[in-house]
């Protein structure tokens, strides 16, 4: 007997035991017809019995490997291999009732710079989880989930309020009218913090139905005050913070502009379906970040949505 089948000193049952941080070769995810190379990085587990001493950690190494390999050199949905992997893991492990794999990789997409046109490579983490469970009858049901992790930038409305008032005072002081001094407001967008902001979506897969995780990373980046680039030459400098004085976020703003983004690209989803939405500042004038998020399943979110539909953040 293998010292894994043996009993364990304390029996009490395990719900997720097994191997992280296990890293595959690059391979490709399909963005817009072309082979956008990712890097994904994989954790498995199953679940333990009480009578188990331990888990045969090497099987699901070589699980994820000897299933990721039949993807090699194809383009591919991260949360698909996933989900091969969680049920070759079940049926390797006999004792296990339920697998759980996740992958995390970055996408690299080529992007242009908004005034000089430059390229600019930019990373879009990918996000994508798979949980195998045993049902009676040797059924298995599986629950996919993809999501992407988008960073752009937030801009403060508080603090940019604050700063008009102090802006207008000043104008007067030196001789301004006061029509002119609210047209001079009117047309220069007043300074105010901003962060860099990492905007999260992850949504459940519904079965027999495929996600480009690429159209989830547009409606992060397109709810943010302005997206953020690697490269920026001065004048996609000055566009990039203009933009986002011109429409200032909180990280809860951004949250709910992702919300009706969803629903208005995804209107026809089962409700059943749940949904991650995740914003998180780095505060800039702050010690500490900021977060908001909301957990939702997909008939709630549209009847928010459409009982609330007076704000659509802009077309940018």
Request: with cysteine; aromatic share 8%; glycine share 6%.
């Amino acid at each position: 007997m293998e010292v894994q089948d043996r009993f364990p000193p304390v029996a009490i049952p395990l719900g997720e035991v097994g191997v992280v941080g296990v890293r595959v070769p690059l391979n490709f995810e399909d963005y817009k017809g072309k082979r956008i190379v990712v890097v994904p990085r994989f954790e498995a587990f199953v679940d333990l019995p009480a009578w188990r001493k331990g888990v045969h950690a090497s099987r699901q190494y070589e699980t994820i490997v000897e299933v990721f390999n039949q993807f090699a050199g194809k383009a591919y949905k991260l949360e698909r291999v996933c989900a091969e992997i969680a049920v070759e893991i079940l049926r390797r492990q006999n004792e296990a009732t339920r697998a759980k794999v996740k992958a995390v990789g970055d996408a690299i997409l080529e992007k242009t710079t908004p005034v000089s046109r430059h390229r600019s490579y930019e990373p879009y983490r990918l996000i994508a989880s798979a949980v195998a469970t045993k049902k009676t009858g040797g059924k298995v049901e599986i629950v996919r989930k993809v999501g992407v992790g988008v960073k752009g930038v937030t801009a403060c409305p508080c603090a940019q309020e604050l700063m008009a008032a102090r802006v207008k005072n000043k104008l007067l002081e030196i001789g301004f009218g006061g029509s002119d001094v609210e047209k001079i407001l009117m047309v220069t967008p007043v300074a105010t913090h901003m962060q860099r902001s990492l905007g999260v979506l992850v949504m459940e897969v519904p079965k027999d139905l495929e996600i480009d995780a690429f159209k989830l990373a547009e409606i992060v980046e397109e709810s943010m005050s302005a997206p953020s680039y690697g490269l920026l030459k001065r004048e996609d400098e000055i566009e990039i913070v203009y933009r986002a004085a011109e429409r200032t976020l909180f990280a809860e703003d951004a949250v709910r502009i992702m919300m009706k983004k969803f629903v208005e690209r995804f209107p026809s989803l089962p409700d059943n379906i749940r949904i991650l939405f995740k914003v998180r500042s780095q505060e800039s004038i702050h010690k500490h970040d900021f977060m908001a998020k909301k957990t939702i399943s997909f008939g709630a979110l549209k009847a928010e949505v459409e009982g609330n539909n007076k704000y659509d953040g802009g077309s940018r």
